[in-house]
């Protein structure tokens, strides 16, 4: 006698399918590299059963590309170190920008540039998180320490949606801290906004990479010098064919989704279809760079190390054209490392708040120095790589190093702490120190993005403008 098939009621047939849905976290042959999301339709029958029982020029006047980049250091500056005396060509650095002093005609120091968006207005607490937040936006941050942050699309990231597509990738997030995009850091302020320099949209920030090796392989490739190019090419077609799997599974999966689920399963596979565009660029633009050098081993003890070994990818991404927009977030604002390096056993931040005690001074200025020395030899780096035009890298660039805080002893956001280097392909005029007035920091990135062949922007942020002083 055969088995009967019992009868299964309406609830206990979509409770079968509850589980098959639920069970079913990947679509098949990628393992967890696509993870599914969570379904709604995954979720009600289980509920119901508990009831019922996205050009222009964006190179130099030569031809060469022409890159951008920012670098954020933490805490604001030590003032009476930091601003040269004297004005226009005829200037002489502070104590802070002595190791700019080789490059001093390719760097422009440029003092009355604000962010009243990142004052506190009627927020109250957190400057640090604002002056990250508002740093490359010049919008202000939503307060909040959920998930309804909110700020604005940075500079970087206007520019790298509309000329990314000239380079193996749009553009490159850097940082030598801690990498969080959720919870309550400052004054009741997302970490979201302390810990990343580059928004995608209001309110996605690109998070940066803080591991040099990964750095590293996503730029060239994993493996020795000899390697590179056949393992990324072993991974390019992994990936192409596990996509046209992926492509065929999920048109059966979605005979089994409710309208809400399609429409998440659409937003899902658009994501895939990002990494079909990714390969596609890659194959466009032939073999990966393959620079004669080791891949780093991770993210150093050293803290100068670290900074040293993210500058020298940044160099190299610009000498290999993978990228011509980048940010690198040395550290988030607020910040309170201690530095033993160089003698300075408490925390960045504590110094910061000297109160005019002249040990505290000292060792503020100390910092801020020493901050400074490694981004001289990154300068010095590019200022030694010649482009086929005969200039130099730097001079066919444009790097904006400040923070959004200028006195971080009273957290003050105007006269902010900025130097312009390069030449930006010989449309500016270095060499000088210049005072603006007291403009929109934001003025300044108009002025860079029409430069890259993003032109006719009505405004970025709190933009009133553009600076031709520079």
Excluded at 386 to 404: Q, R, T
């Amino acid at each position: 006698m055969k088995n009967r098939v019992p009868h299964l009621s309406r609830e206990e047939r979509a409770a079968q399918r509850h589980l098959a849905l639920s069970r079913r976290q990947f679509l098949r042959g990628l393992g967890a590299c696509v993870a599914l999301p969570v379904f709604e339709s995954a979720l009600r029958p289980v509920a119901q059963a508990a009831v019922a029982g996205p050009g222009g020029m964006a190179v130099t006047p030569s031809g060469m590309p022409l890159r951008m980049a920012f670098v954020y250091f933490p805490n604001g500056a030590h003032q009476d170190n930091w601003w040269p005396t004297g004005e226009g060509a005829n200037f002489q650095l502070g104590a802070t920008m002595q190791p700019l002093k080789p490059l001093q005609r390719s760097i422009q120091v440029l003092g009355g540039l604000d962010h009243k968006n990142a004052t506190a207005g009627n927020d109250g607490a957190g400057d640090h998180a604002r002056a990250n937040a508002t740093f490359l936006t010049g919008a202000r941050a939503r307060k909040t320490d959920s998930t309804d942050i909110e700020v604005g699309i940075s500079v970087d990231q206007i520019a790298a949606q509309r000329m990314g597509h000239l380079t193996r990738f749009s553009s490159l997030e850097l940082s030598c801290d801690a990498v969080r995009k959720a919870g309550r850091c400052d004054s009741g302020y997302s970490c979201a906004y302390q810990y990343n320099l580059s928004w995608a949209s209001a309110s996605t920030p690109m998070a940066p990479e803080p591991n040099p090796r990964l750095v590293f392989e996503r730029l060239f490739g994993a493996g020795a010098p000899g390697e590179r190019q056949k393992n990324f090419r072993m991974r390019q077609e992994t990936q192409k064919s596990l996509l046209d799997f992926v492509q065929e599974d999920a048109k059966a999966l979605q005979r089994q989704l409710g309208r809400n689920d399609r429409e998440k399963l659409d937003e899902y596979l658009t994501g895939l279809r990002g990494i079909e565009e990714r390969i596609q660029r890659a194959e466009k633009f032939g073999d990966l760079p393959n620079p004669q050098s080791d891949t780093p081993a991770g993210i150093p003890g050293n803290y100068g190390e670290h900074m040293d070994i993210m500058y020298e990818l940044l160099a190299m991404a610009f000498e290999t054209d993978s990228t011509r927009v980048a940010t690198l977030l040395l550290a988030g604002d607020g910040t309170n490392r201690a530095y033993p390096q160089i003698g300075i056993p408490e925390g960045h931040h504590y110094c910061s708040h000297h109160r005019n005690e002249p040990d505290l001074m000292a060792k503020i200025a100390q910092i801020d120095l020493y901050y400074m020395q490694h981004f001289a030899r990154f300068l010095q780096r590019l200022d030694g790589k010649k482009d086929a035009d005969g200039k130099s890298i730097l001079h066919n660039s444009m790097i904006v190093y400040g923070c959004g805080n200028s006195d971080g002893n009273r957290h003050t956001h105007h006269n902010l702490p900025i130097v312009l280097a390069g030449a930006g392909g010989g449309t500016f005029n270095p060499g000088r120190h210049v005072k603006l007035g007291g403009q929109p920091m934001s003025n300044l990135f108009l002025s860079m993005t029409d430069r890259m062949g993003v032109s006719g922007l009505p405004r970025i942020g709190d933009s009133s403008g553009r600076i031709t002083a520079v």
